[in-house]
């Protein structure tokens, strides 16, 4: 009965977890949570809440499946429980969350209280510790990468389309965000003549082009999640024959394809670098192999390079003295410089979680003229000016204990998660939406939850094995004295 028990909750978990990964893509509105609201106003009158929390309570439908996974991997390893709760990556991560929470309460400027409820709807140590109890498999993180790749043919579609016609396919319940808002105004790019690529069709009268969003809020992060694909369709592609090759090599050609069209520099960059890092560091393919596969990925980057090069010239993808880019890169740098002021004069708890705009006024210049109308793309910094130094320390160990994970381990699958990770690393130089954003979180914390659990389990494997050649001979042993 107990392991029918322990079996039906690592089911559900499991179950729980491919919906989070299915479904995150899909999701762009908070979930309508009337309930939330009839609890505020019941204890409205015994404890007196800020108004705030109420209308600013970011809640997703994906929380609730995070929840209940975390709460069915806690029955599923009720028995090892304090081993897996005291593994260094998880205090960590525990500890991360309790600075950031103090950071808000010990604020030393304007304090806004509706934050601690972001800091509460993060639950990525949730997703992180589900992820990790329950991915203790192969098979189950194979399917994950392999969910991944076919949601990515949806958004790589959906992209390609949205750009070539300028306007959204009206796919709202499935996560289209709708143009026609101030989502539109901060992500256009200059056209070139009204040309969308080096031909002459598809062209428009434009002066500015919008550049590919999927159903992700932001082309940047659709270009995060066109790198995780890239990569899973990668690990595949290298693996199955045939038909499957083929396609997963036009999958790939799709996925690079509206790469481009998302103009995101450190995207694309991001994606280049791990790519090519993952089929150069692959174990179980040759030598030749490695050079035909790295052949056609080259291939269907300069095919795209070259057919939109005017576009990405244009915006500023290979220059950072373009009139266009020197704006918004200009802005990025005195950022980045407003919160090393921050850091220098509040090192130990920052000033607040999600408190850099609210905040920020205090440490600009007199002779600083650029307005301050978003936080400071840089994960590191935004840490470190937020919720400080110990914070930052903590998470960096946190990434350094589930880097250090594949240095004993010669798997492929293991080597995938691994650059997928490096690339969000690399990405988080230059954005933001890993720690701040709902899809950001998930990719993010998910992939650092796969990379745990799929190690522990390849581990186990090595031990069994171990303790499997030990005990036969230790039988031949016995079997040779008698």
């Not at 936080?375 to 998470?395: D, K, P, R, W």
Request: overall charge positive.
């Amino acid at each position: 009965m107990i392991n029918i028990k322990k079996l039906s909750s690592s089911s559900v978990a499991s179950s729980l977890i491919y919906l989070v990964f299915f479904y995150f893509c899909l999701e762009y509105k908070t979930f309508e949570h009337r309930l939330y609201h009839i609890i505020f106003k019941l204890l409205s009158p015994i404890i007196s809440l800020p108004s705030s929390l109420s209308n600013n309570y970011p809640f997703y439908l994906t929380d609730i499946m995070i929840l209940l996974g975390f709460i069915f991997s806690l029955i599923y390893s009720k028995k090892n429980l304090k081993s897996k709760l005291l593994k260094p990556e998880v205090i960590y991560l525990f500890l991360f969350l309790v600075f950031s929470l103090l950071s808000i309460v010990f604020s030393p400027y304007e304090k806004d209280l509706s934050r601690l409820s972001k800091v509460s709807s993060l639950f990525f140590a949730f997703l992180f510790f589900t992820l990790s109890t329950i991915s203790s498999n192969k098979t189950l993180v194979e399917k994950i990468l392999l969910t991944i790749c076919f949601i990515s043919l949806f958004e790589s579609s959906l992209a390609i389309y949205q750009y070539f016609i300028q306007s959204p396919l009206g796919l709202y319940k499935l996560g289209e965000p709708k143009f026609l808002t101030n989502i539109e105004m901060c992500s256009r790019i200059p056209s070139v003549c009204g040309k969308k690529w080096i031909f002459e069709s598809f062209k428009t009268d434009s002066v500015r082009l919008l550049r590919a969003y999927g159903s992700f809020s932001h082309p940047n992060i659709l270009s995060s999640f066109l790198m995780t694909s890239v990569l899973c369709s990668l690990f595949f592609w290298t693996k199955k024959k045939s038909f499957y090759k083929v396609f997963f090599s036009v999958l790939i050609f799709l996925q690079i394809t509206a790469l481009f069209l998302t103009f995101s520099r450190a995207g694309i960059a991001a994606t280049l670098l791990a790519a090519f890092s993952l089929l150069i560091f692959m174990k179980k393919i040759n030598l030749r192999s490695k050079i035909s596969y790295l052949i056609v990925l080259s291939t269907f980057f300069i095919v795209n390079i070259v057919i939109f090069y005017p576009v990405h010239n244009k915006r500023g993808s290979f220059s950072v003295e373009n009139s266009f880019s020197k704006g918004s890169n200009d802005e990025r740098m005195s950022c980045n410089r407003l919160a090393l002021r921050i850091i220098k004069k509040h090192y130990f708890l920052g000033i607040g979680f999600d408190h850099f705009m609210k905040n920020a006024k205090y440490f600009k210049l007199q002779n600083e003229k650029f307005n301050v109308s978003a936080t400071v793309h840089n994960i590191y910094l935004l840490i470190a000016s937020e919720i400080g130094l110990i914070a930052l320390m903590l998470f960096l160990a946190f990434i350094y204990t589930i880097i250090l994970k594949v240095k004993y381990q010669n798997d492929d699958l293991l080597l995938t998660l691994i650059f997928i990770l490096v690339g969000y690393l690399a990405i988080g130089m230059f954005d933001y939406y890993y720690l701040l954003i709902q899809k950001g979180k998930i990719m993010f914390f998910g992939i650092a939850g796969l990379i745990c659990g799929y190690s522990d389990y390849l581990r186990n494997i090595k031990l069994d094995q171990r303790e499997g050649c030990s005990s036969i001979l230790y039988s031949e042993e016995l079997t040779a004295k008698c």
